[in-house]
């Protein structure tokens, strides 16, 4: 073994034994050299490891400091499990949120998007070079729904690589997830019928419930194991409901995957009572550690649930291109999505078909993964250095956000507001919610790059806050 490596399983075990306590100042560089006789760069190497792992943190011109435990978050004040809301009204404060990430001067902790710096942009773009040479006026009918085939084909080789048998023809291409989580939506609702999602949950969601007429009912969601399977059951035999929206993987804002065995679960109670599963799983692909976790599709054996992903989060946001796995709903999805948007842009299907054609795409999935992880540890030791006593993170392994819990009497929009005055953006917990359990909430986005810039920004919204509380 490595002599860094060596020093790193050495502070690893006098942290798990509390020889050093969180919070407490480890031995300097110089220090450490004399203690365990290795050179200062061995010395550097582990204290980096430890870092990045985030076992320990740094403090400029301070030195090295053990990290806080594992935070947490409590329940919001005024704690309900199950919430209902007969009429959801929530586009116009998301709206102006999404807007003001968009103009440049403003550092963008509230955005959606990873950095788009990350995407193959080069390769995505001489793919697009490639098939406009030979589009054909025919191209335009042979992309109207269910898609490309050769795009299909692609993606339901996909599925196989995880032992899931998902047919072409049961896969619709879309204009991103969003399209193809709302035509879902559509295809096993009617105006007025009863829908389950999160709480906190995915701020589409509420606007897609906002616009097509639904009632939502609420389930408190744990931020570490998700959605209360007990609480679901109860809200299934107490309401007509006729679809549950759920995030399974990387769930946003909270970051949460559930288990395994809380997938298979959450089907078969699903499928009991007739209810169809909705699953956004557009950040699947972005998760941390050697093995992707499986969809909750992967359990579904009465063609009940309708898996919903997107190119948008780890290759192209620009190209709008996403799909379902719609099983026997894809005719129905397939006639809805003629009367709306009529198709997704056939050059872009192409390009993408194109594109994983050549077999990069794991590669650059692989590469995205691992910066997004180092972004993401860098983030959080800066957020735990400047946030004050009493904010609490949600850390995940996976994605590029982190939920962040401040002390009860700070308002987070008050504080998006305050922040944007600084041009920092960050998403407010009234965003992802109908009430205002998570008013003292906010989402961080950590895919960008880390420098001065950043640091500071952090530093100011630690002090935004420690004047508010």
């Avoid at 209902?84 to 963008?108: G, H, K, M, T, W």
Wanted: some cysteine; hydrophobic content about 40%.
């Amino acid at each position: 073994m490595a002599k860094y490596l060596q020093l790193v399983e050495q502070i690893q075990a006098q942290i798990d034994a509390e020889v050093w306590q969180p919070g407490e100042k480890l031995p300097s560089l110089r220090d450490q050299v004399s203690l365990s006789g290795m050179s200062l760069m061995t010395v550097m190497h582990a204290y980096q490891v430890l870092e990045s792992q985030g076992t320990i943190v740094s403090r400029p011109q301070s030195g090295y400091y053990v990290a806080p435990r594992a935070e947490f978050l409590s329940q919001p004040v005024n704690h309900q499990k199950v919430q209902l809301a007969e009429a959801v009204d929530i586009n116009s404060f998301i709206f102006d949120v999404l807007q003001a990430c968009r103009d440049p001067l403003i550092i963008p902790f509230g955005s959606a998007f990873p950095d788009p710096e990350l995407f193959p942009q080069r390769q995505l773009m001489r793919a697009l070079n490639n098939v406009s040479h030979s589009l054909t006026p025919g191209d335009a009918i042979n992309n109207l729904p269910p898609g490309n085939e050769a795009l299909r084909k692609t993606l339901a080789r996909r599925y196989a690589q995880q032992g899931i048998t998902v047919s072409p023809d049961e896969i619709v291409i879309t204009n991103g997830a969003m399209e193809a989580l709302s035509l879902s939506l559509q295809a096993v609702t009617e105006p007025g019928d009863w829908v389950v999602v999160e709480n906190p949950t995915f701020y589409g969601a509420l606007q897609a419930i906002e616009r097509l007429k639904l009632k939502a009912v609420a389930i408190a969601t744990d931020p570490q194991h998700g959605m209360d399977l007990n609480e679901l059951e109860q809200a299934l035999k107490r309401w007509p409901v006729k679809a549950c929206w759920l995030m399974t993987n990387q769930q946003n804002p909270v970051g949460f995957t559930l288990s395994r065995e809380k997938k298979r679960a959450l089907v078969a109670l699903l499928a009991a009572h007739q209810v169809a599963l909705i699953e956004d799983d557009v950040y699947s692909e972005l998760y941390f550690g050697a093995d992707k976790p499986l969809p909750a599709k992967a359990f579904d054996r009465h063609g009940s649930v309708l898996h919903c992903s997107s190119f948008s989060k780890n290759l192209v946001a620009g190209f709008r291109v996403g799909w379902v796995a719609a099983g026997k709903q894809a005719q129905r999805i397939q006639r809805l999505q003629l009367m709306s948007t009529l198709s997704t842009s056939a050059p872009m299907q192409l390009a993408l078909a194109n594109y994983l054609g050549n077999r990069s795409y794991d590669s650059h999935l692989r590469k995205l993964r691992q910066v997004l992880e180092q972004r993401k540890n860098l983030a959080r030791q800066s957020l735990k250095r400047h946030l004050p006593y009493g904010a609490k993170i949600n850390d995940s392994r996976g994605g590029y956000f982190l939920w962040i819990e401040l002390p009860g009497q700070v308002n987070a929009t008050q504080l998006y507001y305050r922040a944007l005055e600084h041009n920092i953006s960050i998403a407010p917990g009234s965003m992802f919610s109908s009430g205002q359990q998570y008013a003292n909430y906010f989402r961080f986005n950590t895919s960008w790059p880390w420098d001065s810039t950043q640091e500071a920004a952090v530093a100011i919204l630690g002090g935004l806050i420690a004047a508010m509380m």
